[in-house]
């Protein structure tokens, strides 16, 4: 088990403009050979935007996009002509496929705050698609074939214990609260990257939630 720290994440995006990103992996011009993936996982991305901030319309290819909502609302538009707006509990994912162009916004009153995970696909190309699961339950997990991953999301009650999935990778994201993890403690932002894991249980310091990513393959680490 790798463990990292927020404290540790690449900063990006654009303070000046109510844009505030913190990067997991390597992106952008924080180019890390070491810190490429994790299993099909690219990039885990936090992003605090102030009302009215947003990023204009940019394209994305060949990536499996999912954001979960922290706090606030999330506008969502691209190019295949779909407008949504996304609160915390939705699961939103993008299919970039062979190509799409989106907008992502802060239109409302009060600060946003999402979770931005790309994970690569299977197969390069193909038409983009998209999907929104409303208030998404911690028993119904999220599953993204395309990228052989499954999303769960778990909140805890202090001293609540919860299976972490067995599998070949296992990505755990610590969202709000502590948890304690295999005698790590994790706190917000904190992350843990899981090889092999196998009977493992996450248990909540404080009232927490937690994404953990289960990705059985790695076809193409």
Not at 158 to 171: F, I, L, N, Q, S
């Amino acid at each position: 088990m790798d463990v990292r720290r927020a404290d540790a994440r690449y900063p990006g995006g654009d303070p000046a403009a109510g844009i505030d990103s913190r990067h997991a992996f390597s992106f952008g011009p924080h180019y890390d050979p070491d810190n490429l993936r994790f299993g099909a996982l690219i990039a885990c991305n936090e992003e605090r935007l102030a009302p009215g901030a947003g990023f204009g319309e940019h394209p994305h290819s060949h990536t499996e996009i999912v954001t979960w909502v922290v706090e606030g609302e999330l506008t969502h538009r691209d190019s295949t002509g779909r407008e949504t707006v996304v609160r915390a509990g939705d699961v939103q994912r993008l299919s970039a496929a062979g190509g799409v162009r989106h907008v992502e916004r802060n239109d409302g009153p009060e600060p946003l705050v999402f979770v931005q995970m790309w994970l690569a696909p299977r197969e390069p190309g193909g038409t983009p698609s998209y999907e929104i699961v409303r208030g998404i339950a911690d028993a119904t997990p999220y599953a993204l074939p395309a990228a052989g991953a499954m999303l769960h999301v778990r909140r805890l009650a202090k001293g609540e214990r919860t299976a972490v999935p067995d599998g070949a990778y296992v990505y755990v994201h610590a969202v709000r609260g502590a948890v304690l993890l295999a005698g790590a403690e994790l706190g917000p932002g904190d992350a843990a990257r899981v090889t092999g894991a196998a009977g493992l249980e996450a248990e909540g310091l404080t009232e927490a939630e937690l994404l953990l990513w289960e990705m059985t393959t790695a076809d193409r680490l």
